[in-house]
Nanobody, 125 residues
Framework: QVQLVESGGGLVQAGGSLRLSCAASGRSFSSYAMAWFRQAPGKEREFVAGINSSGRSTDYADSVKGRFTISRDNGKNTVHLQMNSLKPEDTALYYC??????????????????WGQGTQVTVSS
């Protein structure tokens, strides 16, 4: 079992930055692939970024490449999402997710086993 708690969301102007954090509790955090998803009102949950269990490999949705960076600290059981050059279309509820190491590379929400409660990101124009 893994419990995930996100933080760092808020209201920011277009062009600004935010850093989301996900604190994990439970056993064997370093064995899990981690990802960030987001869901805007009326839309399906979509993959944003993923990182493998060691942190050596990352993957991004085309819409955030070059602007967002995912990282993890296995010693502190945390995952971060640095978001720069934010756009109004980035407005959504952002979720942290964890899955077994074989999930690495998957962008499908259904493949992830554990989810946080979400943190709201709102980008004003």
């Amino acid at each position: 079992q893994v419990q995930l708690v996100e933080s760092g969301g808020g209201l920011v102007q277009a062009g600004g930055s935010l850093r989301l954090s996900c604190a994990a509790s439970g056993r064997s955090f370093s064995s899990y692939a981690m990802a960030w998803f987001r869901q805007a009102p009326g839309k399906e949950r979509e993959f944003v970024a993923g990182i493998n269990s060691s942190g050596r490999s990352t993957d991004y949705a085309d819409s955030v490449k070059g602007r967002f960076t995912i990282s993890r600290d296995n010693g502190k059981n945390t995952v971060h999402l640095q978001m720069n050059s934010l756009k109004p279309e980035d407005t959504a509820l952002y979720y942290c997710a964890a899955g077994g190491f074989r999930v690495w590379g998957s962008t499908a929400p259904g493949n992830y086993d554990y989810w946080g409660q979400g943190t709201q990101v709102t980008v004003s124009s």
